[in-house]
């Protein structure tokens, strides 16, 4: 791609537009969550937590739940703490080393996660709207080539 002046303005025109779009679908997402009573920080800890799960070894620790949310282990304490109190997740002790405590989802962590599941496809869904579902089928293309980083093949 060249880099003259018309591309730049228009690569920021569209960088704009990406944020704005991005800002607009965190803003519905938020809405959609707020009557499940949870943070978007506290939402992206269960769904990590659900991918271990999907494993058929042990629930996560911290550290583990910390490097899969991409912050320090304190970060998580406190997202752990709050789950635990809303009786979402819960801590138990490594049958192995009784030092070592992993996080679980509970019943009601998972229920929480078939509500978030739900919420994210409605504020999708709204942001979408105005799309047919051709654009639609092109924007994932797209947007998979962005989310990807490789090159689109057009």
Do not use: Y
């Not at 965190?26 to 937590?49: C, D, F």
């Not at 304190?74 to 752990?80: G, I, M, Q, W």
């Amino acid at each position: 791609m060249s880099n003259t002046p018309d591309s730049d303005t228009a690569d920021g025109m569209l960088a704009e537009q990406l944020l704005r779009l991005t800002r607009r679908l965190h803003r519905s997402q938020k809405r959609q969550m707020e009557p499940i009573g949870i943070t978007p920080g506290q939402a992206r800890l269960l769904r990590v937590l659900s991918r271990f799960s999907l494993n058929d070894g042990p629930p996560p620790r911290m550290a583990d739940l910390a490097h899969g949310l991409e912050v320090v282990p304190r970060a998580v304490t406190t997202l752990v703490d709050a789950l635990e109190e809303q009786g979402r997740v819960r801590r138990v002790p490594d049958p192995a080393n009784r030092r070592v405590i992993r996080i679980e989802l509970t019943d009601e962590g998972r229920t929480t996660l078939r509500a978030l599941r739900n919420a994210r496809r409605d504020a999708a869904e709204d942001i979408l709207a105005p799309l047919t579902a051709a654009d639609r089928k092109v924007l994932g293309g797209l947007l998979s080539t962005l989310v990807d980083g490789g090159t689109h093949p057009c």
